[in-house]
């Protein structure tokens, strides 16, 4: 149906090693074991040198696209990042997040195109810290950068995506983050119309990409509006109207390269299943949604629980079946020092059917 | 005899070569194809008054070959000025003008990558659709006819994102002409035009516009297209605004149809640069005025015919090309 | 029961040609063939004594019944006056207040 090499015809220069390392400010809490695991791959498996440096900050984007942070405010927040990465001895920064990314590209093509922000910048970052504004050699996402290594990630795999009882490859929905080609489609692997970054991934891994009608469409997060409760029913319709598209296909899973499209992907079929009673996976469950190193990690042999799958929304269970992973149920619940750390109530989006009143779909 | 270089062999070539055997000057055609004609070669009926593209091409080509006008096929002009002309094998022909009758490239619907062409199967172009015809073999979707196709008119065209700020004049009534072929062909398919403006400069074109409303009963919305994804059963869907009740818009179609614009030659920029030719902000050779010198370069005895210099209709062309002889001979005469 | 998280999932807005039942905007469009032949200008709007003191927009409301949307159509086509400024005005020559009988005709269902 579509000619793959398509998804691959933009290319983008991402470094080879020597990576500082930035974190998006809410996948600890969605997806905890992410980027942990992204360090451990880089560092161990791969054998690169990241730096995770302790005192960078959030560079405010939330908070800028919600209209409370300025822009100057931003502008020095992320000089200050870029010179705690020159400080560090780094030159090629790498970003966990999509919309940090989204920010960090756009205000390089600001500082390029009217110099005099980027002079006011280095002044106010001068004043605000003592510290020299530099600019990076080489921007990345960290999916570019594990876009990058597939094909040694894909030398060192325990478990293709393959289904082990079927040895049919499993169905994959790709979801990117808007601000990662959209706002500048060179920024992206693939360009903005059909990026590969992850389809390159799923197919390194074995694994077979699902197009869908939706499949360009913004998952709904948005800030501001999901921000607002009132407005959070056009947040999650957007949500809805991928899960509607993609439902057809009947995928195993998702995997998103954002931190608020994961989350969406993954909460908003709890809420649509509270609410209305509709789950879009199979056998009446949800979709299990992943972001991309857990992919990776499942991929490389990592426990599940190690990955932090234990704190989706959407049971990741039926995906771990599939791909013949071992795991332990009764360590699903146990934290880190193997204390219980609380279990959810039943869900409807985890066929929680004795719960609830509504007719599930098949 | 005076000879002349005529640069390019579609129907503005062929008829200002005519022109000038009638006016007693002789002219030397350079075609890069094996064969004279052009892109007109390639349509099938032509708009307003489905005329077969035959009709134009066979009494040009055969008067040609009567009056026995040097043509030299296969043959790609290197450089030019207004006394010479230098072939890519390193030849040069001395002669006494040059008309520049090089036309227009179309554009590549691949580059608007939203709409899949080349990716998803019944994505087609206003070309494909044509060869089709001539061919009379439709490709479609399960062997079946079709029962749905949209039209999307302005894919390279009035479009900033891909560098094309012009309208390439023409697609309109190609679109409202290829609605008709189709309703006529596939009777049961609902046909959607989706466009910006509609515009319908020629004479009998309002008239065709009309007729593919009320007659055929081809559905016409003003919203241009977004993005097109596939359907699990091979079709495509669309998605767009209907502007004219303010409401997003989306439906799955058998066929999609891209009216791809008129572009520049890449060329123009060498020839501009080697015979200090001015060209205009479309990449298009600029003539000397849009009025009275309107065949004319910026440069004595350099003379533009057909759609080198902008998008024209068949008969545009050929207007075009007879004055663009006369304008030779006067300058000849003159000198 | 439904959990309530205090909003709700909003409809989509979008005129879905698949979804929509396009049989009755077939037969008014064969009954009044004239009707496709609207290009939007919008004079018989502007001209409207009903339009110019209600939201009533005749343009809109047979564009929407063509692409198969009926709700409310016919309570809105019920604001015309009938005056036939609108067809003395129509470039188009579309029979203008036919259509609206005709549309009501077919449509009083909904």
């Not at chain 1, 920010?103 to 009217?114: K, N, R």
């Not at chain 1, 709890?270 to 009446?284: F, L």
């Not at chain 2, 055969?62 to 040097?70: C, G, H, Q, S, Y």
């Not at chain 3, 200008?41 to 502007?46: H, K, N, Q």
């Amino acid at each position: 149906m579509v000619e793959r090499a398509k998804w691959a015809e933009y290319e983008k220069a991402i470094a080879d090693d020597h990576f500082y390392y930035a974190r998006s400010c809410i996948r600890q809490n969605f997806f905890p074991g992410s980027e942990k695991a992204f360090l451990d791959i880089l560092k161990n498996k791969l054998g690169k040198d990241i730096y995770d440096d302790p005192i960078h900050t959030s560079c405010t984007g939330i908070g800028y696209h919600s209209d409370i942070v300025p822009l100057e405010t931003i502008m020095t927040v992320v000089a200050r990042q870029f010179a705690l990465m020159g400080e560090a001895g780094y030159e090629n920064f790498a970003t966990s997040c999509i919309t940090s990314f989204g920010i960090y590209t756009e205000i390089l093509h600001t500082w390029e195109e009217f110099p005099e922000t980027k002079e006011r910048t280095a002044d106010y970052l001068m004043k605000a810290t003592g510290r020299e504004l530099v600019v990076p050699k080489n921007l990345a996402h960290t999916s570019d950068v594990m876009y990058h290594f597939r094909k040694d990630i894909a030398e060192k795999m325990v478990r293709p995506l393959v289904n082990v009882k079927t040895g049919e490859p499993l169905r994959v929905v790709e979801h990117i983050g808007c601000h990662y080609a959209k706002i500048f489609p060179k920024s992206g692997v693939g360009g903005s119309e059909f990026p590969y970054v992850l389809a390159g991934m799923i197919e390194s891994w074995g694994g077979e990409v699902v197009d869908y009608p939706e499949r360009r469409h913004c998952c709904g997060f948005g800030f501001r509006n999901y921000l607002v409760q009132a407005n959070r029913g056009y947040s999650i319709a957007n949500s809805q109207k991928k899960l509607e598209s993609m439902a057809p296909y009947r995928p195993d899973f998702i995997v998103c390269n954002c931190p608020g499209c994961s989350m969406f992907l993954d909460k908003w079929q709890y809420a649509i299943a509270e609410m209305e009673g509709i789950t879009y996976g199979q056998r009446g469950c949800g979709i299990p949604v992943l972001t991309y190193e857990e992919m990776a990690g499942l991929v490389l042999g990592y426990d599940p629980w190690e990955l932090g799958m234990q704190m989706h929304a959407v049971d990741v269970e039926p995906l771990l079946n599939k791909m013949g992973v071992e795991y332990d149920p009764s360590a699903k619940y146990l934290g880190k020092s193997g204390k219980y750390i609380g279990k959810p109530a039943p869900t409807v989006v985890n066929r929680a059917v004795e719960a609830s009143v509504y007719k599930l779909r098949g | 005899m005076l000879k002349v270089a005529v640069i390019g062999g579609g129907i503005a070539g062929m008829q200002t070569a005519l022109r000038l055997r009638e006016l007693g000057i002789e002219p030397i055609i350079f075609e890069r194809d094996k064969e004279l004609g052009g892109k007109v070669r390639n349509w099938h009926l032509l708009f307003p008054t489905f005329t077969e593209s035959e009709a134009v091409l066979l009494p040009l080509k055969n008067r040609v070959a009567r009056e026995k006008i040097e043509v030299r096929l296969a043959t790609e002009v290197r450089e030019f000025d207004s006394t010479s002309v230098t072939l890519a094998s390193g030849e040069k022909i001395v002669v006494e003008a040059v008309v520049v009758c090089t036309g227009f490239t179309i554009f590549d619907a691949r580059v608007k990558d939203e709409y899949g062409y080349g990716i998803y199967d019944n994505v087609y172009t206003s070309v494909d659709i044509e060869r089709m015809f001539v061919d009379g073999k439709f490709a479609h979707w399960r062997g079946e006819e079709p029962e749905r196709i949209a039209i999307l008119h302005c894919v390279g065209s009035r479009d900033e994102k891909v560098c094309q700020r012009h309208c390439s004049k023409v697609c309109c009534v190609t679109g409202v002409k290829q609605a008709i072929e189709l309703k006529r062909r596939f009777p049961k398919a609902d046909i959607f035009n989706f466009y910006m403006d509609i515009r319908m400069f020629g004479p009998g074109y309002e008239e065709l516009y009309h007729t593919a409303q009320r007659e055929y009963g081809i559905h016409f919305v003003r919203g241009r297209i977004s993005e097109a994804s596939p359907l699990m059963d091979g079709r495509v869907q669309i998605k767009a605004e209907d502007t004219l009740t303010g409401r997003p818009l989306r439906m799955s179609v058998d066929m999609f149809i891209l009216l791809v614009g008129m572009r520049s030659n890449s060329e123009n920029e060498h020839f501009a640069r080697t015979a200090d030719l001015r060209l205009a902000d479309s990449g298009f050779m600029q003539p000397k005025d849009l009025f009275v010198n309107n065949v004319c370069s910026n440069e004595e005895g350099i003379f533009y015919a057909g759609t080198v210099t902008a998008p024209k209709s068949i008969g545009e062309v050929l207007n075009e090309a007879s004055m663009a002889a006369d304008r030779v001979a006067e300058y000849l005469k003159e000198r | 029961m439904a959990l309530n998280f205090g909003y709700n999932i909003s409809k989509p807005r979008v005129i879905d040609i698949d979804r929509n039942n396009l049989r009755k905007s077939v037969e008014i469009i064969r009954e009044l063939p004239e009707l496709q032949a609207c290009i939007g200008c919008g004079t018989c709007t502007a001209s409207c004594t009903a339009g110019n003191l209600t939201s009533f927009n005749f343009r809109k409301v047979h564009t929407l019944v063509r692409r198969g949307e009926y709700q409310g159509a016919y309570e809105e086509l019920n604001k015309c006056m009938l005056c036939g400024k609108c067809r003395l005005l129509c470039p188009r020559g579309i029979n203008t207040r036919g259509v609206i009988m005709l549309i009501k005709r077919k449509l009083g269902d909904f």
